[in-house]
Structures are given as C-alpha cells and as structure tokens.
T-cell receptor, first 112, second 114 residues
C-alpha cells in the first residue's frame, strides 16, 4: 500500500470546519507536513509538526498528531472559498537530508 | 522576495520534439528537485541534485535528463516527449542546513504534447 494515505475528496460548506485526515506507515517519521496546492500552482507549505508534539495551532489551522496510530489531521476553522485547493500530507525523517514522501492529496471543495 | 521561479509557465511541444524547462532560485538552497505531477496524483520525484551530485530515481525514464550549471539554476530536458509526458512539472528546493526537510516549490510548468 501507499506510504502516506489520504482520502481524495472533501466537501464542506463555507463557514464550517474542515478536517483533512492522513495516515502514514513510517514510524521513524520525524516531521509531518501539510502543503496546499491551488489550481495551476505549485505546492505551498502550510505548516509542519515535529513528531514529539501532539498539536500545533496557527491561526485557523490546527494540526493533530496521533503518533501511536500514525494519524495526522489538519483542521481548518471557518472554511472560506479561498481554502478550496488540494491539500497534501507529507512525512520525512528531518535533518535536512531526506526527501519527503507525499500522499496523493485531498481535494477540498468549499461551497456557499 | 526569495523564491523559486519556473519558466515558462505553459509549454506546448510536438510529439518527439525536444523541450527544456527551466528553474531558478534565489534561496541559495543546495538541493534542487524536479517532480512530475499528473492530475489527482502526488508529485512524482524524477531526480534531484545535492549540490552538484545528481541523483536519478530508478523509474525515471531515460528520456528525461537534467542539468544544474550552478547553484541557482536547474534544467529539465525531455529529449523526445510522448503524449504520456504531458503533465505539470514542479521544481523545488531545500537546504541540508535546516532541521526539517521543508521543500519550497515553484509555480510549475504545464507541458502539453500535441
């Protein structure tokens, strides 16, 4: 199976919270990332979490990490139409010398 | 602003006609990557450079080549594009000096093969 798995689609109403989930298999993963890709653009780093953390909050974004279950989630509060994009989960071993492994991406659709 | 720049943003070529995509960066990062991304898929790593050291992924076709003449520039050459090579090509950079493996991506070049 895939090393990093995500569901492919998520549809939410504007103003609601979005939760995008990701599971990974490598227990030695040290850093877990969320990237955002808008249509026709490259990937933009949203946030990352170190593996010894359970939670990280940055404005409307909350990242939760369950290391035991190898489960990562990204919660977007008060989702806006501008949040519509593909969100990629990625993991790496850190230290600056490893290449992140990406999931296939979750397409978030925000409707009025 | 420091950034990763890709030119052109859109490239149309004919079947079998060589094409070169370019990437430049002002981040002074020592690692540069080329990814191929097709619709609804994760970016697929083609190759990367650690400084001048070239690293090819095992399943990257021979049709794809790369050059890195200096720290700032990296090129992707597709010698004989096929219809299956139509995709978005993403350039990324990172630094081995950091504690994370964060990659910084360019906006991509959308390649169309006629």
């Amino acid at each position: 199976g895939e090393d990093v798995e995500q569901s492919l689609f998520l549809s939410v109403r504007e103003g609601d919270s979005s939760v995008i989930n990701c599971t990974y298999t490598d227990s030695s993963s040290t850093y877990l990332y969320w990237y955002k890709q808008e249509p026709g653009a490259g990937l933009q780093l949203l946030t990352y979490i170190f593996s010894n953390m359970d939670m990280k909050q940055d404005q409307r974004l909350t990242v939760l990490l369950n290391k035991k279950d190898k489960h990562l989630s990204l919660r977007i509060a008060d989702t806006q139409t501008g949040d519509s994009a593909i969100y990629f989960c990625a993991e790496s071993m850190g230290g600056g010398s490893y290449i992140p492994t990406f999931g296939r991406g979750t397409s978030l659709i925000v409707h009025p | 602003d420091a950034m990763v720049i890709q030119n052109p943003r859109y490239q149309v070529t004919q079947f079998g006609k060589p094409v070169t995509l370019s990437c430049s960066q002002t981040l002074n990062h020592n690692v540069m990557y080329w990814y191929q991304q097709k619709s609804s898929q994760a970016p697929k790593l083609l190759f990367h450079y650690y400084d001048k050291d070239f690293n090819n992924e095992a399943d990257t076709p021979d049709n794809f080549q790369s050059r890195r003449p200096n720290t700032s520039f990296c090129f992707l050459d597709i010698r004989s594009p096929g219809l299956g090579d139509a995709a978005m090509y993403l350039c990324a950079t990172s630094s081995t000096a950091g504690s994370t493996d964060t990659q910084y991506f360019g906006p991509g070049t959308r390649l169309t093969v006629l």
